[in-house]
């Protein structure tokens, strides 16, 4: 199982490495960088004016994370009259902005990522299943996957078009929507107003946008499928049929293998400990502190494996470095 964090298409590209001159223009941002003022941003700020009075809180956070600031605001939702419209009108901006940087990072680079690296280098073990796991809203994944025929028009192909892969983004993705109620077209603006008022319908769940600005979806209001980043996540943005499927596969997983992830998500760390069985290897690649989070991550799998019957590394120089020196290749053919 591979598990994709925010850190794996921030440093995505091996001809632009994440060194100071170039982590602006359209690189996937980390959390913590959203709300940047970048020039790339600036017309999702423009047209979900709702946020723009809680924008300063989620800039100048002094040594608090992004995730702290909103969960602070999210709390804050009984007591603010404007609270739940700039929470639904997060989920447009940040949409949009990940869909803008992957349009955009895509064309910079050529189509050339450490993504399909990555899914090159596994082939060449065509017996063993790989679950993909992102927390990720870009299509960086399916990109990847797209030469191989998989298609992300189809829910279904998430978990079942490809036999060696499967993908699950549990937080949500830029094409993905939830249906809230029955409605003719309205405007954004109107939307996120009608939206703050209505929980997304149980029944009808999820939708595939086939374009994202629109503001329904056969004649039900649309909203993002996005999981707005707060610190205390207790829910899954993703239908039930892949979380199932995630779960039917989870014990059969041996081998974890964590790419720019800082292993913070309670609700899927407690899917792990409760389905996992026996675990032969946990890699971690993240720059700068993925001995942090190799640490970190064994103490909460520790009782999924023997200390000496596990294989544990910890890639302290990035995604970008991991792929091109083919370090995978002894985890994958163990």
């Not at 602006?24 to 946020?51: C, H, S, V």
């Not at 996120?192 to 595939?208: L, M, Q, S, V, Y």
């Amino acid at each position: 199982m591979v598990v994709f964090g925010a850190g794996a298409s921030f440093d995505s590209a091996p001809s632009r490495k994440p060194i100071a001159s170039t982590i602006r223009g359209y690189r996937p941002p980390l959390a913590d960088n959203l709300f940047d003022g970048r020039e790339e941003f600036r017309t999702a700020l423009n047209t979900y004016w709702q946020i723009q009075p809680i924008v300063p809180y989620l800039r100048e956070r002094g040594t608090r994370s992004l995730e702290e600031i909103l969960q602070e605001l999210y709390e804050n939702t009984e007591n603010h009259p404007q609270r739940s419209r700039q929470m639904m009108a997060l989920r447009f901006y940040i949409r949009d902005v990940i869909d803008e940087c992957s349009m955009g990072w895509l064309k910079d680079v050529d189509g050339v990522t450490n993504q399909k690296t990555l899914v090159d280098q596994i082939l060449e073990w065509p017996s063993e299943r790989t679950l993909f796991v992102t927390f990720n809203y870009d299509e960086l994944i399916e990109d990847a996957l797209l030469g191989l025929g998989f298609r992300n028009q189809c829910f279904e192909d998430y978990i079942t078009r490809l036999s060696q892969f499967a993908l699950y983004k549990l937080h949500g993705s830029i094409r993905w929507a939830r249906l809230v109620k029955p409605s003719a077209p309205i405007s954004q603006s109107e939307l996120i107003d009608e939206a703050t008022n209505h929980n997304p319908h149980e029944k009808t769940g999820f939708r595939i946008y086939d374009n994202p600005a629109a503001t329904t979806i056969d004649d039900w209001l649309a909203i993002p499928a996005i999981t707005v980043p707060v610190y205390k996540k207790s829910s899954f943005e993703c239908p039930v049929d892949h979380l199932n499927n995630l779960v039917y596969y989870l014990p059969r997983v041996d081998k974890i293998l964590a790419i720019g992830w800082r292993a913070k998500e309670a609700h899927f760390m407690s899917l792990l400990t409760q389905y996992l069985h026996h675990l032969r290897a946990i890699w971690v690649v993240s720059k700068d502190d993925a001995n942090t989070i190799l640490r970190d991550l064994t103490g909460q799998l520790s009782s999924k494996f023997m200390p000496h019957d596990v294989s544990t590394q910890a890639f302290e120089h990035g995604f970008t470095s991991f792929v091109t020196a083919k370090a995978g290749r002894a985890l994958f053919g163990m």
